[in-house]
Nanobody, 124 residues
Framework: QVQLVESGGGLVQAGGSLRLSCTAS????????MGWFRQAPGKEREFVAN???????????EYTDSVKGRFTISRDNAKNTLYLQMNSLKPEDTAVYYC??????????????WGQGIQVTVSA
């Protein structure tokens, strides 16, 4: 099992920044591929970004189009922590953000482990 705990959410004005963290514990070898998703009220959970390494330790990163150039996903393997740096935030970024592990795809159903979610609210 893998336990994921998110932190760093909150309320910020449009144009501001937040950094989300997701700390993994347990069977952390399962966290080779991780991602961030978000879910706004009344909407489906959507892919935000993912990061994975292949057998040669080459890192691959993907973003959904709406956050490209504004959000940056990264990880600190020594700390078993995944990050999402969010800059130039917009009110439409308001959502509950989830950390997930176990897949390097955009498909939420392919991820085996999920954090509890953390609220990000961007005021206009």
């Amino acid at each position: 099992q893998v336990q994921l705990v998110e932190s760093g959410g909150g309320l910020v004005q449009a144009g501001g920044s937040l950094r989300l963290s997701c700390t993994a514990s347990g069977r952390t070898f399962s966290t080779n591929a991780m991602g961030w998703f978000r879910q706004a009220p009344g909407k489906e959970r959507e892919f935000v970004a993912n990061i994975r390494r292949d057998m040669r330790y080459i890192t691959y990163i993907e973003y959904t189009d709406s956050v490209k150039g504004r959000f940056t996903i990264s990880r600190d393997n020594a700390k078993n922590t995944l990050y999402l740096q969010m800059n130039s935030l917009k009110p439409e970024d308001t959502a509950v953000y989830y950390c997930a592990a176990g897949s390097g795809t955009r498909d939420a159903q392919k991820y085996a482990y999920w954090g509890q979610g953390i609220q990000v609210t961007v005021s206009a």
